[in-house]
């Protein structure tokens, strides 16, 4: 009859074990990396005055998005997050390439901003409100019964 407690007890000590294995691992950290963001060499062979929005296109990939108004510039963006267990993530690394341009399309300005350049933007967030007052489909499908206008449907 010993054996099989000992059996347990193993069994049990294996599960304690693998249940702090897979606690410890849940914790470890994750490093994502998100974007794409050129080389200083890469940049070095961009010559201001002289490349177009194409040959820098060509020269160095297409960016993560462009300027909005009248395409005023090329913005590569590389960002690094760190998640700790069940922690919010954390930007510990981001940087912005921005190529601005004339309005010939010839390259004006290469700039590189990192995290430490950045600013907090409060963004506005506009939401339309519903109509619908926590009345159930049937109740707006009934409540919109008197609401038909005979005239509205003849000609």
């Known amino acids: 009859m010993t054996r099989p407690a000992s059996f347990l007890r193993n069994l049990a000590r294996t599960a304690v074990v693998g249940v702090l ?3 410890l691992a849940a914790c470890a950290e994750q490093v994502r990396k998100h974007g794409y963001v050129p080389t200083d060499a890469d940049l070095a ?6 490349d177009t929005r194409e040959s820098v296109a060509e020269s160095i ?12 510039g090329f913005y590569y963006v590389q960002s690094r997050m760190r998640t700790v267990g069940p922690r919010r993530p954390q930007v510990i690394d981001r940087q912005v390439v ?11 300005n290469v700039e590189r ?4 350049d950045g600013r907090m933007v409060a963004l506005s967030r506009r939401v339309t409100e519903s109509s619908v007052n926590s009345q159930t489909f049937i ?3 009934l409540g919109n019964l008197g609401n ?3 005239g509205q449907f003849v000609d």
């Open 21 to 23: 294995l897979a606690g």
């Open 45 to 50: 062979e961009i010559v201001v005055g002289v």
């Open 61 to 72: 990939g297409t960016p993560s998005s462009a300027g909005l108004l009248n395409e005023s």
């Open 98 to 108: 921005a190529i601005s341009f004339t309005e010939a399309g010839v390259v004006q």
């Open 113 to 116: 901003f990192g995290l430490e």
């Open 139 to 141: 109740r707006q499908l």
């Open 148 to 150: 038909f206008n005979p």
